[in-house]
Each structure stands twice: as structure tokens, then as C-alpha cells.
């Protein structure tokens, strides 16, 4: 079957497909991401499968830190990090008690509280998704929808096209050291 295409995140239907376990690509904060919801195990490996990315989990995004708390996150971390969001700024998170078909082999997560208003939205309505840049191992992440069609053409469920993503830069991924010194992965979108 072919993808749907949809013209913004807002679009109920896209919330209802994802619900369902749906997989597709959507504009993030950042850039364009290839997405599932985040407590679909089915969905997540079928997300992974079509990425071709079988040992390195993505970054969750979700509206509240209850959501990633429902997944299995620790909360200390999220409430120290809730200063910074909503924003473009993953926080990596110890993964020990998240589901393993989420983060596969890793032992920590980033997560991000996204924030545009229409994402958010969206997230309010699926619940976490777990997002991975829309390309292939070792391409460019896609930044129009053409790009990410011609990296995944019928194997996902959905599009969203939002245009050319391509000025916007990655975010920035922080951790919290064991004294709560705050560690810069990389500085990005959100300037710290």
C-alpha cells in the first residue's frame, strides 16, 4: 500500500494511524525523523528493521515527563532537565528499567520534550514516539520529504511534508553527572 502523505502533524488522522502502529516520518524539532510510538514493541521493530538499525536506539520524544516515566525512565534526571524544556535539548537518561526492544543495547537514552505547540499536540495524542533521523546508515538525514522517500519509499506507513528542514540544526544532548554536573555531548539548536 501506498504511504500516506499529510501536510502537518496536526492532522487527526496521522495521531490514529500512529496509535495503531503506524510508522512514518515526520518533521521534528529538528529535523525530519522516522517515528513510532514509543510503547508499540511491534512498531518500534518494524521502525528499526526499515532503518536498517538493529543495535543503536533513537531519541524519545514525549509532551510530559509522565510519559517517559510510564516507559520506564527514572524521574530525578527528568525533573532536573525540566528547566531546559520544552526545547531542542536531549537529555541523556539511564535506560535500565525501559522496555530492551526500545533501547536495544543501550544502557542510557536521550529524551526531549519537543517545542512546537503542533508536535506537542501530536505527542499528547500517540503518547511517546521514538525517533531516529530519516536516512539510511551512514547517508545525510533527509531534509525534504523527496530525500526521505527515496531512502524509504513503501516501507513506512506515512509522510508528513513541512518543506525543506535543511537550516535547522541537530539538538543539543546534555547528561547529568553523578554530582549533577551537567555534561555537554553536543551543543545544538538550544544554546546552553
Request: no cysteine; hydrophobic share 40%; proline share 8%.
Amino acid at each position: 500500500m501506498k504511504p500516506k502523505v499529510f501536510t502537518s502533524v496536526s492532522d487527526p488522522e496521522l495521531a490514529a494511524m500512529i496509535t495503531r502502529g503506524a510508522i512514518g516520518v515526520i518533521p521534528t524539532d529538528t529535523v525530519y525523523g522516522l517515528v513510532a510510538q514509543a510503547n508499540n514493541q511491534a512498531a518500534i521493530k518494524k521502525m528499526y528493521s526499515v532503518k536498517k538499525r538493529e543495535h543503536q536506539a533513537g531519541t524519545t520524544i514525549g509532551a510530559s515527563i509522565d510519559q517517559f516515566v510510564a516507559l520506564g525512565f527514572p524521574t530525578a534526571p527528568l525533573l532536573a532537565a525540566q528547566q531546559y524544556w520544552p526545547a531542542s535539548l536531549s537529555v541523556v537518561v539511564n535506560a535500565a528499567s525501559v522496555p530492551h526492544y526500545l533501547k536495544i543495547e543501550r544502557t542510557a537514552l536521550p529524551v526531549r520534550i519537543p517545542s512546537p505547540p503542533d508536535l506537542l499536540t501530536l505527542l499528547r495524542q500517540t503518547g511517546a514516539l521514538m525517533t531516529s533521523s530519516a536516512n539510511k546508515p551512514g547517508e545525510p538525514t533527509a531534509t525534504n520529504i523527496k530525500a526521505a522517500m527515496d531512502y524509504f519509499g513503501d516501507s513506512v506507513d506515512f509522510y508528513v511534508d513541512a518543506g525543506d528542514l535543511g537550516n535547522r540544526p541537530p539538538s543539543t544532548i546534555i547528561e547529568f553527572g553523578p554530582n549533577h554536573q551537567l555534561i555537554i555531548h553536543r551543543q545544538g539548536a538550544t544554546e546552553l
